[in-house]
């Protein structure tokens, strides 16, 4: 008997995941992205657990916008702080709250996105209007004033603020799925055979679209990186004292740092290009893999 | 089509009144009042108080919104606190320069998506179309304020062919031909900018409709008929595609305004979104209010703008 | 002068799938007359709608060798030019699904004016719109001044199929392809859309090839009947002698396995239709699916052989075939 | 006691419109239909599409909301979908039109069999497989394969599949809804041989959902004929065929293809004399709105949709 479950469970064939990993390292280009993206995610969060937040961001006046040297790598800013530093933590703060915002977001958006699917009617009617609000409302401004207006601002509640204006996309995305697959005979064919709503939903739609949720998710991060280093460039995104990526590029606005201080700027440009890219590298790259299992399936 | 076009400003309606609630959530959680920005400090906590009950800001919430919805209607949007003047007035000067520099990003926008768009998706899994891919791919992944920067700093600064800042020379007599050239070469480098990337989007649904169009029946149909292929793309594959594209700009509303936000920041460009920036920066709470009140009044009208035009070129939509 | 309007000989079409060309249609030659229904059967896969595909040439990513001559025009090695003179003139098709083989953005008479303007510059916007009224008349549209201004979604189903006759008529070809005119349609309509199909047959003279996986259809309508299997012909003859004489093994058990009077069981092929990529290339395709008949039996390479005038059978398996009974087939038929 | 008894089943879908979006008219999909089956035989249900066969289908078994009229299964009430004991769920199954889209594409041979044991019976995972295994054996698909995905089989595998799917719980009625029509003629006929045999086997009663009166011949007891949501004709296959009454009936037997190209002409001249006879005698077969009059007895098994007499 044991036995026999445990060659059950070995037999069981992939799971999505696996499939789209599989397919994922045969695309070089995503392969060497998503090396990128797992050397550079372990090299500024282990790097960052030597540095000293609050010694890099302490203002030192006497080593104000250095160039590149053997005791600065990457030079100081305007305030005199250690740039590189400034790289490594930012870098670290931009992949996390880009992680946090695709979670908190995606859970939400799916959850919305299949009820609204699967239940269909007035339930979806109601609740695609809700989309329909949101979609349109001015999302940078709002979060703005949010993250402006509440009182006791940390990276958790930055989070929460931003995925409150994110989540449409996927719960769209979900939803035209979700409405989709439920019409399909093997749906309706679970029904007459006693399966719960909640089943059907859970052990026959959702195993249909993971492919798709991963792959939406992954791209959602990418985004999510974008839209938080965007507001940290504008002086609305982490709180103060919080190095990120899209500090670093504010002072670009300054001309004389664009023109003439390079080592500011640039190499945050180029990190966030990169991060972006290669997440964008790695969810289009599952994308094909899934598109073509689609295919095959 | 009168009845899609009446069904959907009944959507709208509802719409824009949970926009301005939110709005009027967002300016009660706000720090201050009306009366904020206005008084002289040395008035006494008597006076002030008679002040509030006078301006009815002591009355229950839905009082105080019904107030000023009927304010928002006669184009009432407060005081600014740092212009010690109306807040329309503040915006009015502002509005001319953001509507400048959208259509100029929306025309630019045109011009080079649909191009590449065209060429990509007739001639998809070229040399060409992988290069046109291969930019919007890298378009996607940039986000536009290290691009407008990228921009500026070549163009501005090393090539130095446009104007790094400001809306208009110093000095220029409003009302001039000088005056309105200058306007429109300063708003050329953002709008570009803003165009750049917004092609992406674009470019992209044109390539995957074409690409998807040509492997539709009807199109064997039409070459069946004999019909040559400039002849099948000219007058299936590509009006099909192209004519939704018109009903893009509405919804592009929302992500133009993401961009002039970013872009009048960069180039010190005098719009509505870098006095949003401003006024959230010294707390001038009523322009925000009112900023984000019109924004996305913007974008829902863009949207409803949108819905119909596609309703008015898909005849499917239509006869629903 | 002869009366053969169509002329293909071994026409070979091949699609590319991995790198590696793999051919649907192999070694076809046949010809159609004037004024003659060809039936051409099939299951799915058979290659029979890639057949139609080539003679129109409308596959974008195919190789074709072999000739297939129109009134001695090879259409093959035609250059695109001439061909677009051709397509939509001389030779027309009807497609199998009228909701997707029209333009949804375009009103019904713009549609079927695009064929006569192609190919009719004579005719002004006037004479055209006239045709075109004529055209929907023809094929039996009530109100063809209404239709003329109608976008596709608002027809039903058979009204659309008249519209895409109405296009392939337009101009009287002289070779009409219909391929699975009626799959997509009710069985009223299909007997309407059918005796349409005859109607116009008196009327243009034109040769018209069917493509269908129903035999019944075939008795109806055919002159002679081609059955296709992977991609070859095993068996023509004229249509009496195919359904009173079937020969090939195929053509007998396709037979068999349609519900006909008295029958309790009904005949099941064994197997599977091949797929492009692993179809049988080298002698009688049709061995694997019958193997109760000795290898010895099969030719090394088929050929089409007349058995009596017009009636024509590949491979010599036919001779020694027979229909093992139910009980046999049970125990390995289904797998 | 009739096993499976429908009265005047009436299945309306809303016509969503005007400003408002509200429901301004029905699609009366099925509009009082009535009919009895005894256990053990084969039902036909012809139609074009759109007559509602396979809305009453579904209704039946709770796959759409019943407008109203009643469902009784051995005398009980199943109408309203909360009505629908467990007893009736297990016994009454379904068979899909798509083997490709009826099987879902992320589940293993043995999950998609499983499915309804999982659901009624608990089973132990070893006498779930063995279950299953058994399964596959009754409807040929080699129990190897327990733990592929459908892609990796054939449409005729996939709907034998779906079968043993539908057989698991040992139902007394299955409900098949154009079972055949996906399917080549070849594979078509092991399908239809393959669910005469479990009949045989299991006394299953089928309700036979068609579109090809010449399936439908072959494999049915009986037959109802729909028209637009109404039954228009309801007798023996002999009935059917050989004293067709209805003009709708008579026009869907003349559309059939003559497979002997001898008959062609015969068959063409009577599709000619109904067409005409259909154009003549319209009114005596429908109402004002081109529906079917109510069913009126002509022989004990006979019946046909005529205005009453009197």
Redesign the interface.
Known sequence: ?EA??AK?AE???PS?LNILLRELVRDKLALVSLIFLILITAFVFGISLFLNQAEIVTVDLFAINEPPSDQFILGTDYGGRDVFGQLIIGTRNSLAIGFLVTVISGVFGIAFGVVSGYFGGHIDNFMM?II??F????????I???V??TPSYDIFTFAVIMAAFNWMGIARLIRSKALQEKE????????????SNFSIIFK?VL??ITSLIIVTMTLNL?QNI?IE??LS????GFPEDTPSL?TL?AY??N?QT??FRWWI?VPA?VL??LL??SV?NVG?ALRRAADARQR?? | MWKFIVRRLLITFPQIVFLSVLVFIMAQLMPGDALTGLIDPTITQEALEIQRERLGLNNPWYIQYADWVTGLVQGDLGQSYRFKTDVTAVISERLNNTVLLSVVALVFTYLIAIPLGLISGRYNDSPLDSAITGYTYLGFATPIFIFALVILWIFGYQLGWFPTSGSVAPGMQPGTMEYYLSKLNHSLLPGISIALISVVGTVQYLRSEIVDTKQKDFIITARAKGASENRVYNRHIFRNSVLPIAAFFGWEITSLITGTVFVERIFGYPGMGLLFLESIGQRDFSVVTALTLLFGIASILGALLSDIILGMVDPRIRIK | MSNELLKIKNLKTSFRIDDEYYAAVDDVTLTLNKNEILGIVGESGSGKSALAFSIMRLHTRAKIEGEISLNNQNIVKMPKSKLNKIRGDEMAMIFQDPLTALNPLMPIGRQIEENLFLHNKKLGQQGRKKRTIELLNLVGIPRPERVYEQFPHELSGGMRQRVIIAIAIANDPELLIADEPTTALDVTIQAQILDLIQELKQKIHAGIILITHDLGVVAEMADRVAVMYAGQIVEIAPVDKLFANPLHPYTRSLLNSVPTEGQDRLHVIQGVVPTLKNLPRTGCRFAERIPWVDASHHEENPDLHEVEPGHFVRCTCYKHFYFPDNKEEQENGVS | MAFLDVKDLQVYFPIKGGILNRTVDHIRAVDGVSFELEQGKTYGLVGESGSGKSTTGRAIIGLEDVTSGQVLFNGKDVTDKKAKTKDFRKDVQMIFQDPYSSLNPRKRVLDIVAEPLRNYEKLSKLEERKRVQELLDIVNVSSDSIFKYPHEFSGGQRQRIGIARAIALKPKLIIADEPVSALDVSVQAQVLNFLQEIQKELNLTYLFISHDLGVVKHMCDNISIMYKGRYVEQGSTKDIFENPQHIYTKRLIAAIPDIDPKNRERQFKFRQEIAKEYRESYDRYFDGNGLAFGLQSISSTHKVALPEKG
């Open positions: 008997m026999n479950t059950i037999q069981k064939s999505s209007r329909d609000f979609m349109v409302l001015p999302f940078l401004m709002i703005i004033v949010f402006t207006m399909l005979d093997y749906a309706q064919a679970s029904k007459t055979l006693g399966s026959q195993p249909n990418a974008g280093s965007g460039f504008l002086g609305f899209g590029l670009a606005t001309p664009l023109e700027w440009a966030i290009l972006m890219l964008r289009e095959r399936g």
